[in-house]
């Protein structure tokens, strides 16, 4: 089994930022990708990004949801097993229950229902 433990969520005002962080334990993979997702009230969780690696090595290039593209930043840690999203120029609509997910395949798919490890969920609030 793989745990998956999220930190760093909060309020903060539009234009701001946020760094999540991701820490993965247990169970490891030659080959992986971590992502982010995301569930606002009453919506479908959403793909945010992610990024795939082979044997400690990047293989994909990040992916990113269009709505957060140059706004957002994916990125790994391989010595503390931790993947990291940074979000700059936050938006109201950004606000959402942001869950961290694994898969132990590089290749990066942005539908849900092909990740089986998942965390529990940080809240981010983005206030106009």
């Known amino acids: 089994q793989v745990q998956l433990v999220e930190s760093g969520g909060g309020l903060v005002q539009a234009g701001g930022s946020l760094r999540l962080s991701c820490a993965a334990s247990?169970?490891?993979?030659?080959?992986?990708?971590m992502g982010w997702f995301r569930q606002a009230p009453g919506k479908e969780r959403e793909f945010v990004a992610a990024?795939?690696?082979?044997?400690?090595?990047?293989?994909?290039?990040?992916s990113y949801q269009d709505s957060v593209k140059g706004r957002f930043t994916i990125s790994r840690d391989n010595n503390k097993n931790t993947v990291y999203l940074q979000m700059n120029s936050l938006k109201p609509e950004d606000t959402a229950v942001y869950f961290c997910s694994a898969r132990a395949t590089a290749v990066i798919i942005k539908s849900p229902q092909y990740w089986p490890y998942w965390g529990q969920g940080t809240q981010v609030t983005v206030s106009s």
């Open positions: 247990g169970r490891t993979f030659s080959g992986a990708a």
């Open positions: 990024i795939g690696w082979s044997d400690g090595i990047p293989y994909y290039q990040p």
